[in-house]
T-cell receptor, first 112, second 113 residues
Framework: DAEITQSPRHKITETGRQVTLACHQT?????MFWYRQDLGHGLRLIHY???????NKGEVSDGYSVSRSNTEDLPLTLESAASSQTSVYFC???????????FGSGTRLTVV | DAKTTQPPSMDCAEGRAANLPCNHS???????VYWYRQIHSQGPQYIIH???NNETNEMASLIITEDRKSSTLILPHATLRDTAVYYC??????????????FGKGTKLSVIP
C-alpha cells in the first residue's frame, strides 16, 4: 500500500547543529508540505512543493529549508537548530485534484 | 481563504451522533469546506469536503446550509476512537490544483462512555 513515512520519529539535537528530517511518500503525489505543531499555535505551514525542483515558503519558513530532487522525497533542513524549533513536525502530500492531504506520523524534535 | 469559527470543545455520548458546527460566513463561491481531524499525537486525517451539496462517505456526513455560511459535520455513531480535534477549513480550489491548508484551533470532541 502507498504510504508517507517520516524519520526519525524522535530526535534530540543541540543548539546550532544542522538537522535534517526526512519525508518519503509512495503515493506519487506532486504536492508535498511541511508543518510544525506547537501548543497554542496549532499547525503552521513551513515550506511546500508542487513538484520536482519547486519549493515555496510558508508562514514560518525562517531557519528552515527544503529541496525537491525527486517526486518521493521532501527533506526539511534546520540550518542551525534553535530551542524555538523544538516542535512536532508533520509532512503531508496531495495531488492537485485530491480529496485531501495525507499526513505522516510526525517527528518530535527537541533542541537542547 | 475564508475564516472559519468553531466551538473550542464539545462532548458526545458514545453511540450517539456527534454534530460539529462550523461558521464560515465570509465564504466565497469557489471555496470548498474541508474537514480534518487529529487524534492525539497523530498526523491530521482527511474526513470529507464539499462545495454546496451535502456529502456523505464512510466516515461522516457534511451538511452545508443553502447560503453556505455554515456547515455541520456529523459522525452518526460516535465511538471512543472518534475523540480528537476536528478542523473545519474553507479553501479555494484554483482548478490548477495547488493549494495550502491553513489550520485553525478546531473543536476538541470528547466522546464519553
Amino acid at each position: 500500500d502507498a504510504e508517507i513515512t517520516q524519520s526519525p520519529r524522535h530526535k534530540i539535537t543541540e543548539t546550532g547543529r544542522q538537522v535534517t528530517l526526512a519525508c518519503h511518500q509512495t503515493w506519487n503525489h506532486n504536492n508535498m508540505f511541511w508543518y510544525r505543531q506547537d501548543l497554542g499555535h496549532g499547525l503552521r505551514l513551513i515550506h511546500y512543493s508542487y513538484g520536482v525542483h519547486d519549493t515555496n515558503k510558508g508562514e514560518v519558513s525562517d531557519g528552515y529549508s527544503v529541496s525537491r530532487s525527486n517526486t518521493e522525497d521532501l527533506p526539511l533542513t534546520l540550518e542551525s537548530a534553535a530551542s524555538s524549533q523544538t516542535s512536532v513536525y508533520f509532512c503531508a502530500s496531495s495531488e492537485p485534484d485530491t480529496y485531501g492531504y495525507t499526513f505522516g506520523s510526525g517527528t518530535r524534535l527537541t533542541v537542547v | 481563504d475564508a475564516k472559519t469559527t468553531q466551538p473550542p470543545s464539545m462532548d458526545c455520548a458514545e453511540g450517539r451522533a456527534a454534530n460539529l458546527p462550523c461558521n464560515h460566513s465570509t465564504i466565497s463561491g469557489n471555496e470548498y469546506v474541508y474537514w480534518y481531524r487529529q487524534i492525539h499525537s497523530q498526523g491530521p486525517q482527511y474526513i470529507i469536503h464539499g462545495l454546496k451539496n451535502n456529502e456523505t462517505n464512510e466516515m461522516a456526513s457534511l451538511i452545508i446550509t443553502e447560503d453556505r455560511k455554515s456547515s455541520t459535520l456529523i459522525l452518526p455513531h460516535a465511538t471512543l476512537r472518534d475523540t480528537a480535534v476536528y478542523y473545519c477549513i474553507a479553501l479555494a480550489y484554483s482548478g490548477a490544483g495547488s493549494y495550502q491548508l491553513t489550520f485553525g484551533k478546531g473543536t476538541k470532541l470528547s466522546v464519553i462512555p
